[in-house]
């Protein structure tokens, strides 16, 4: 009963914001084949390629800020709420272990992220198949795949930045989390992240439960 | 005796600054106890610290016997939290919310929420954030109520109600705690709203409690005196009877838990004229005015 009304709180707060922001990306993923179309069309499908596996062209990097986009939306609509009026006093007041009741609103976003960012992917990867063969499609899971990462990570660090207490130390956070989550965009060359995917999922796995450094900060009384 | 709620030792700081050194206070089982206190005297901080969202330096509250810093689940399922504000998850409508709260409480009793929520003139899916302050206290009410909780801890429930909502508060409040031997731990800044709900005073001034004790033990026993001087130059030394003193020009109020010829027979002794000598009848928001001072 508990993890449902858990659920039922954090998806009062981010339904609208969840819905909009997949219709956008799923309206980008659109817009990246009618240029891939319009591209093939006008260049004809084979110097298309061409520029795709010997130029190193980039045709789907549209896609590059759209998962960060989406973890801070979800964050920020997810955890927001609880900081007016510090109303996450609340949340911790619940008969429920603190640190539970933050990894249950963490995994809740991580599943509804994951949802996201699985029904673009899927797109992504099915849309290809007509216009592409498998290795152009492989390179391009292999680019893409740390930017979905990035995603996560941005909604993690953004949840540990919302709930820390302290306006200095949020400032710092930020700054870190500045010229941390750019390591997960840097690279533009399709399939050049290849050897620095599972570095980077641990990465991003590890960065899931910074939030309750945050929670643990609030319940000692930092102001 | 039982108590709910038990500090003892309570040491805390902000930085350099003390707030109270080894302040000790119980809450007895089925009282209501209101702890009352100038602005910065330390209120919020000690609620903070019962509901384990401040550290104290030194010292420690037990709630139902267990550490405030690291209380079981099943232990806040028996203590009902009234944030200063009547701050709730806003966001949600009055549906929503009852249903997200019934999921948490095993003891949930829907029909109090209801009874207070069909006085409410709001519409089914009205979100809390479009309510009036008074209609907001009365879904923060109305939800402690249905958690039925063992002790309720207030904190400052006056702030923004308005005169009729705050008697409404308090008169459904005290019925419902007197009737079910509930415990009440609780704030308010609008000291006289406390008279008509509180059993216990607990008065607190920078650093230091002044008084705990039945409200009307402190009520029968806690004075005031008016009266002129003759001269208008005369010193009144404050001996250790006098508990605060307020002089304008020849006018002083003196405030004591000494009788009326305990006072008079001082005066006399210390060859100070006075006219117009007389007990003043004193509400719990002069009392407590006289205990701590208007400074």
Redesign the interface.
């Known amino acids: 009963?508990?993890i449902?009304?858990?659920i039922?709180?954090e998806w009062?707060?981010v339904r609208w914001f969840l819905l909009l922001y997949t219709l956008l990306a799923v309206l980008a993923v659109a817009y990246i084949f009618i240029r891939v179309r319009h591209d093939i069309t006008f260049h004809e499908a084979n110097n298309y390629w061409y520029f795709i596996l010997f130029q190193g062209h980039s045709w789907f990097r549209l896609l590059r800020y759209i998962p960060l986009a989406g973890g801070l939306v979800l964050a920020v609509a997810q955890y927001f709420?609880e900081t007016v009026?510090?109303?996450i006093?609340?949340t911790?007041?619940?008969?429920?272990?603190e640190n539970r009741s933050l990894l249950m609103m963490m995994q809740f976003g991580t599943l509804c992220l994951l949802a996201c960012f699985l029904l673009l992917f899927l797109l992504l990867c099915g849309l290809s198949r007509v216009w592409f063969p498998t290795e152009i499609i492989f390179s391009a899971v292999v680019s893409v795949t740390p930017w979905f990462l990035a995603g996560f990570a941005a909604y993690y660090l953004a949840a540990l930045i919302i709930l820390e207490p302290v306006w200095l130390r949020r400032i710092l956070y930020l700054l870190v989390a500045a010229a941390f989550v750019p390591l997960y965009l840097t690279g533009s060359v399709p399939g050049g992240y290849g050897p620095a995917i599972l570095a980077l999922f641990l990465l991003t796995c590890l960065l899931s439960v910074a939030l309750l450094f945050s929670g643990y900060r609030?319940?000692?009384?930092e102001m | 005796m039982d108590y709910a709620i038990e500090c003892i030792n309570l040491t805390h700081y902000y930085g350099k600054k003390l707030v109270y050194e080894n302040l000790n206070f119980q809450v007895p089982e089925g009282t209501i106890l209101g702890l009352l206190g100038k602005n910065g005297s330390g209120k919020t901080t000690t609620i903070n610290i019962l509901n384990g969202f401040l550290q104290p330096r030194s010292g420690r509250c037990l709630i139902y016997g267990e550490d405030s810093q690291r209380l079981s689940p099943a232990n806040k399922a028996r203590i009902g939290f009234l944030i200063e504000g009547h701050i709730q998850y806003s966001f949600m409508d009055i549906h929503q919310i009852e249903k997200f709260y019934s999921g948490f409480y095993p003891k949930w009793d829907r029909e109090p929420y209801w009874e207070l929520m069909s006085k409410l003139k709001v519409t089914p899916h009205q979100k809390i954030s479009s309510m009036s302050c008074g209609q907001r206290s009365q879904v923060a009410l109305g939800l402690i109520l249905a958690q039925d909780p063992d002790l309720l801890i207030l904190d400052d429930f006056s702030m923004g109600l308005d005169p009729g909502y705050r008697r409404l508060f308090i008169d459904y409040l005290r019925a419902y705690a007197k009737a079910r031997h509930k415990t009440i731990f609780t704030t308010s800044h609008i000291v006289q709203d406390m008279e008509r709900l509180i059993d216990d005073v607990l008065i607190m001034d920078y650093n230091r409690v002044l008084t705990q004790r039945p409200v009307e033990e402190f009520m029968r026993e806690f004075k005031q005196f008016s009266f002129e001087l003759e001269d208008e130059k005369a010193e009144i030394p404050q001996d250790g009877f006098v508990t605060n003193l307020e002089r304008v020009k020849d006018k002083v109020e003196l405030y004591t838990y000494q009788s009326e010829e305990f006072v008079r027979g001082y005066l006399h002794e210390k060859g100070i004229a006075v006219r117009e000598f007389r007990q003043v009848e004193m509400g719990l928001e002069d009392a407590f005015i006289g205990l701590t001072g208007k400074y």
């Open positions: 009963m508990l449902r009304s858990m039922f709180k009062v707060k709420p009026n510090k109303r006093k609340l911790f007041h619940l008969p429920v272990e609030f319940r000692k009384g």
